[in-house]
């Protein structure tokens, strides 16, 4: 039988660079530079009770061993763990998912925990509320602002209250001076109309997302005015919901009339019911049919025809408005916000120039 190979214990930890920073213990660091494991410790979460001397040799060591602090073992060990709360109503809906993944990337390269409170639509949201959603009294508020209950949630703390919110564009002269980040959704959509104006359509027709925080939705108001500007027809928009089941619903009545060669969709999901209902139909996209969607879900690129869509930088806004909470909390030493992507049209297979019955 095969002797059995003893476990081998390192006299110290690893050199090479990726295994040493998983394996560095707080155990090593308080070897090297012979101190308690304790002081280390007390180092790590700046606790006023070490020499200066004692803090720097540690210090270094730390730096040189490579050692990352072990954010549950500091918290088990009763040492200071920095959070925030993230306050949104739907994690579900493509823009908020992103978002919250943005912050929550950002806020773990800073050394922070994330929880998460999902608002209830129907809730009364008062500032003694959102107090009661927070893990600690006091703790650093992201409100994810995309719809009613986010608005009513960042309107409700405090405008001293250490928070920061991803919100829908202001309206011109109502920006708050606190620390919100947005898209701009408005100059997205009149930019994906004229992109179709240009390809020859006489005007555009649009299958509207709803909006719950303004009586016009951010994308209508900027579909609409580009209509408006270059003096064409601006057809009645038509409630598309949410769903690809939703904008094929919406989509049939629509695409029945051949005059209507455009459709600007309020997302890609919506997008996904106007391509079934066109191909139902015997509508050839794009080459009777252009359809443009908003968001570039994933799926976009793999759709038959690709989908004609706008990339927003949801993720890119998440770690923008985290960024501004840090910033915010620690305007010394917290690095400046990020910046995200402007909108951006990316043309496909689903955009053509306009049928010649059209022009």
């Given amino acids: 039988m095969q002797e059995a190979i003893p476990a081998r214990r390192d006299e110290g930890p690893p050199r090479d660079g990726a295994d040493r920073h998983r394996s560095v213990s707080i155990l090593d660091v308080a070897r090297a530079a012979g101190v308690s494991h304790q002081t280390v410790s007390r180092v790590v979460n700046d606790s006023p009770r070490v020499k200066k001397a004692t803090r720097e040799r540690v210090l270094q ?16 060990a009763g040492g200071t763990v920095r959070s925030v709360t993230v306050l949104t109503s739907d994690t579900t809906l493509y823009g908020a998912s992103l978002a919250l993944r943005g912050i929550e990337e950002a806020a773990r390269a800073a050394d922070f925990a994330v929880a998460v409170s999902v608002l209830d639509e129907k809730a009364a ?13 006091g703790e650093p508020v992201l409100v994810i602002a995309f719809n009613a209950p986010g608005e009513q949630a960042w309107r409700a703390l405090p405008a001293d209250f250490p928070a920061a919110a991803v919100v829908e564009l202001p309206r011109e002269g109502h920006v708050s001076g606190r620390p919100e980040a947005w898209l701009d959704d408005r100059a997205a959509a009149a930019q994906a109309t004229r992109y179709l104006l240009g390809l020859g359509h006489r005007t555009v027709h649009h299958l509207a997302i709803p909006s719950s925080t303004t009586r016009v939705g951010q994308r209508t108001d900027g579909w609409r005015q580009a209509l408006q500007d270059a003096g064409r027809l601006v057809p009645e928009p038509v409630a598309g919901g949410w769903s690809p089941r ?6 049939r009545s629509l695409i029945a009339d051949p005059q209507v060669t455009a459709v600007l969709c309020g997302n890609d999901d919506l997008a996904l019911g106007v391509l079934r209902a066109a191909r139902e139909a015997g509508r050839d996209v794009p080459g009777d049919l252009s359809v443009v969607g908003f968001d570039d879900a994933p799926y976009a690129a793999f759709t038959h025809p690709l ?19 840090h910033r915010l909390l620690d305007p010394e030493n917290a690095p400046a916000p990020p910046l995200w992507a402007e909108p951006e049209l990316i043309v496909r297979e689903s955009s053509g120039p306009a049928p010649h019955r059209s022009v």
């Fill in 61 to 76: 060591v730390i730096d040189e061993l490579g050692y990352q602090p072990n954010r549950l073992a500091r918290a088990l």
């Fill in 307 to 325: 989908l004609t869509t706008v990339r927003l930088d949801f993720e890119g806004l998440g770690r923008g408005a985290f960024g501004m909470l």
């Fill in 246 to 251: 939703s904008g094929y619903r919406a989509a």
């Fill in 125 to 137: 949201l008062t500032p003694v509320d959102i107090a009661g959603r927070l893990a600690r009294p």
